[in-house]
């Protein structure tokens, strides 16, 4: 999930903006997290797909 969508419990503001120490805790927990944690699960699932097609292809290719 990403933090622009997120609001905070303690302060009822978006994470994004920071206000409180909570927002700003969990904006750079979220920051600070891999490359794909920004993607939803059926964007995974799609890049999964793709990626095993293309392996399917290339095996059958050099086979």
Request: charged residues 15%; glycine residues 4%.
């Amino acid at each position: 999930m990403t933090y622009d969508r997120l609001v905070c419990a303690n302060c009822a503001a978006p994470v994004n903006q920071g206000r409180c120490p909570v927002c700003r805790a969990n904006r750079e927990r979220l920051q600070q997290e891999g490359p794909f944690s920004g993607l939803n699960p059926v964007a995974l699932i799609a890049l999964m797909v793709i990626l095993v097609a293309a392996l399917v292809l290339v095996a059958q290719q050099t086979a």
